[in-house]
């Protein structure tokens, strides 16, 4: 990767200076109280995995969607130092807070670009984005708004949340970098809003916005513009992925062979069984139940190893067992691993292997999307018309 610019973040996942201790402790209840929340866990709210009962769904209410990032998850906190200065955290999934220590970071609030936003929480993801250069530039894509200010948008439709921001800290964001552009090679990241489409616009996100994403991307989600934002698993976030790509994250338990020495290894004074870590373990994949202690985990199934895989994992010379494992199904109906997900700290809920589950056995592919277009946006012009109608009676 190319050396970032000057005060740009060289990772998307150490993004900061990592908050440990009395000030994680304090920043996590100080977000909570912000939020009106008791819990001081992770505030993002969650998405369900697409399933074939949700095509009817978005024919029922209104839905936007955009495409998801392959980045990493975060929420950017706003908020002033003891000195009173602007600074800002960036929160991911583990409920981690990274400090970002770049003083050149500013978001200045509407007609005065010397003010700051703090008690304002959004919520994005960041990613690389590949330039025709060839070199990569960190980009942070929001696609929520949590509090703006110390306003509380929560319960607002997600298009007023999004509105809400575009206009208190987007746009004097973007109008800055217009006056003064030397400043932005400067900057951690690149700040830009995810653009969404309404619902029906299937034929547009395949046909034009993915091909011309210059990030990864793993998918769609559909994101129900009604209701309110949902701290932790929201039915109203639909996270669509190609039937192929459906994955679940496990915790990955190794369970070694014990074997009997050689007569060679006997020679050398080795006269008791041991445990071969070597040879090929039993893996076995645990989900994550719920529950405090010992218990919280329950085996799921096997993990399919071959002898050159477990030869290029014993390779990396990284501790294995306990880690989070990205996996998917092939063929076979064999679970395979795809890649470790330490950016995660914990194996996905029962409840959300149960809905990952189902979006593998009813499979919803580009085509089903594609021909469920019409209908959405049918019953979104018939819902239009109605309101329309309810309002003129109104006046």
């Known amino acids: 990767m190319e050396q970032p ?15 440990e201790g009395q000030l994680l402790y304090t920043m996590r209840k100080e977000v909570a109280e912000l ?52 600074a800002h955290y960036l929160i991911d999934r583990k409920n ?24 304002t929480l959004v919520d994005g993801e960041l990613v690389w984005d590949s330039l025709p250069n060839g070199k990569k530039e960190p980009r942070f894509l929001v696609f929520d708004c949590l509090v703006m200010d110390g306003n509380k948008l929560m319960d607002r439709t997600l298009d007023k949340r999004l509105a809400y921001f575009k206009e208190r800290l987007y746009t004097p964001y973007e109008k800055l970098f217009k006056e ?14 995810k653009p969404f489409q309404l619902g029906y616009g299937i034929e547009m996100m395949f046909k034009q916005v993915l091909p011309g994403l210059k990030h990864g991307n793993d998918g769609l989600i559909f994101t129900c513009r009604n209701t309110p934002y949902k701290h932790g698993t929201d039915p109203h976030i639909l996270k669509w992925k190609p039937p192929e790509e459906n994955t679940i994250d496990f915790r990955l338990k190794l369970n070694f062979p014990t074997v009997e020495p050689t007569s060679e290894e006997k020679a050398e004074g080795i006269t008791e069984p041991f445990v071969d870590y070597d040879s090929l373990p039993h893996s076995e ?24 895989e477990w030869e290029v994992l014993k390779s990396l010379g990284d501790p294995l067992n306990d880690r989070i494992i990205e996996c998917n199904l092939d063929e076979q ?30 499979r919803v592919s580009e085509k089903d999307l594609y021909r469920a277009a019409l209908h959405i946006r049918d019953s979104w012009k018939s819902r239009q018309a109605r309101a329309e109608q309810e309002s003129r009676r109104g006046r």
């Open 96 to 119: 981690d807070y990274w400090f970002l220590n770049n003083r050149n970071l500013h978001f200045p609030r509407v007609n005065d670009p010397s003010a700051f936003h703090t008690a």
């Open 35 to 86: 939020l009106d929340r008791h819990q001081t866990s992770f505030p993002g709210a969650q998405p369900v995995s697409f399933a074939r009962q949700h095509l009817d769904e978005l024919t029922k209410q209104d839905y936007y969607v955009c495409e998801k990032s392959d980045g990493i998850r975060y929420l950017l906190y706003s908020t002033d130092d003891e000195a009173g200065n602007e």
């Open 5 to 19: 610019a000057d005060g740009q973040i060289a990772s998307i996942a150490v993004p900061g200076v990592k908050a």
């Open 333 to 362: 109906g064999r679970w395979r691993m795809i890649r470790f997900r330490d950016d995660k700290s914990e194996a996905n809920h029962r409840s959300t292997v149960s809905s990952v589950l189902e979006s593998i056995n009813d």
């Open 180 to 193: 003064y552009p030397d400043e932005l090679k400067f900057q951690p990241f690149f700040v830009e809003m």
């Open 285 to 308: 994949l645990l989900i994550y139940k719920g529950d405090s202690g010992p218990e919280r985990y329950e085996v799921f199934s096997d993990l399919y190893l071959a002898e050159d």
